[in-house]
């Protein structure tokens, strides 16, 4: 008994070792493989519609709630999110870090931005969930529901590029001041997705899921790759603990 105790005690104690930059991408892969296998075996989740009518007008679910400029400024919103939005993003960024000489950021950034595109159009092809279909849609449409794209392609996107300045910067106020704007952004675009009709809450929160674990998992990669090179210290600089 002794000895299973002392065990419990050691593996209790290493998982709490564990940093949350390990811990979050890892709960969040899982999170997202659970909602996957849920959407694949055809069961849905209550409080999808709930979320989504509850962001409807009661008389008329057609109308979003709000103003007119409201709903402009939300599709304005999701437009940052949209493959154009987001290119043009990594390009300047992935051109700014080129030009400061992190040419190996700037490459990583370009290729972890293409491969997430190309999974997130395979994803949506070999799930094939539908769009809501219990309110009118407030924007155009082309692919299947799950994961959104946006949310999905603007979480690796910009976390990717926080993670990337943090590493080229080695400053922990820059990263922090990167990693708060990023997410603004993100949940501003995956929250005006579910207002404008076109995705179910579950697609941006399996996108968000799944962008946590890409995106982390290439900074992770790219700052090891870094450090092994010599263009990074091994060890994170004492700002930064």
Not at 115 to 138: F, M, N, Q, W
Request: include cysteine; charged fraction near 10%; hydrophobic fraction near 55%.
């Amino acid at each position: 008994m002794r000895d299973a105790g002392w065990s419990m005690r050691n593996g209790l104690g290493a998982i709490a070792s564990l940093q949350p930059r390990v811990l979050v991408p890892v709960a969040a892969a899982f999170g997202f493989l659970g909602l996957a296998l849920f959407i694949v075996s055809g069961r849905s989740f209550q409080f999808d519609s709930t979320i989504v009518l509850l962001l409807r007008s009661a008389n008329d679910p057609a109308t979003p709630l709000g103003p007119a400029w409201f709903a402009e400024m939300m599709r304005d919103v999701t437009a940052l999110g949209s493959f154009v939005g987001l290119g043009l993003i990594t390009v300047a960024a992935s051109l700014t870090l080129w030009l400061c000489g992190w040419r190996r950021l700037a490459v990583g950034l370009a290729l972890t931005v293409l491969s997430a595109t190309l999974v997130s159009t395979g994803l949506k092809i070999l799930i094939g969930r539908e769009r809501p279909d219990i309110v009118a849609h407030a924007a155009l449409t082309f692919t299947a529901s799950f994961p959104s794209g946006h949310a999905f392609l603007s979480a690796v996107t910009l976390l990717s590029i926080a993670g990337f300045v943090g590493l080229a910067a080695r400053r922990a106020d820059m990263t922090r001041l990167c990693l708060w704007l990023a997410w603004t952004m993100i949940i501003l675009i995956g929250v005006s997705r579910i207002y404008l009709g076109v995705h179910w809450p579950t697609d941006v929160l399996a996108g968000w899921c799944l962008g946590i674990a890409w995106s982390s998992l290439a900074v992770a990669w790219l700052g090891r790759g870094m450090a092994a090179a010599g263009t990074l210290p091994a060890g994170r600089p004492a700002a930064m603990r």
